[in-house]
């Protein structure tokens, strides 16, 4: 199982930008698919998060800026992220809770990190 995200980039700040993440590999099922972040100097941080049936959540950062969503028949997670601001840089990683085929046991996964960096 994978998760390849990307979309990250510079932006200035006001601007947006898309991120998106897709799983691949033999899956039996998934459950919630998320965004964390890592700034510089702290710890990874919850973004937003979307349960399989479609209910999101927000960091409290982020809300009324961001949107997430996901494509189940594609397995696909996407954040939309406007109104961006420099406290927002930082790379930013997907997440998603899976159960795999091969071990029919649930795991998290994570890609590998996009950065974005909100810079005039």
């Known amino acids: 199982v994978q998760l390849q995200a990307s979309g990250g980039g510079l932006v200035q700040p006001g601007g947006s930008l898309r991120l998106s993440c897709a799983a691949s590999?033999?899956?039996?099922?998934?459950?919630?698919m998320g965004w964390y972040r890592q700034a510089p100097g702290k710890q990874r941080e919850l973004v937003a998060v979307i349960s399989r049936g479609g209910s999101p959540s927000y960091a409290d950062s982020v809300k009324g800026r961001f949107t997430i969503s996901r494509d189940n028949a594609k397995i696909t997670v996407s954040l939309q992220m406007n109104s961006l601001k420099a406290e927002d840089t930082a790379v930013y990683y997907c997440?998603?809770?899976?159960?795999?085929?091969?071990?029919?046991?649930?795991?998290?996964?994570w890609g590998q990190g996009t950065l974005v960096t909100v810079s005039s």
């Open positions: 590999g033999s899956i039996a099922s998934i459950n919630d």
């Open positions: 997440h998603a809770e899976v159960l795999p085929i091969a071990t029919m046991k649930w795991s998290n996964y």
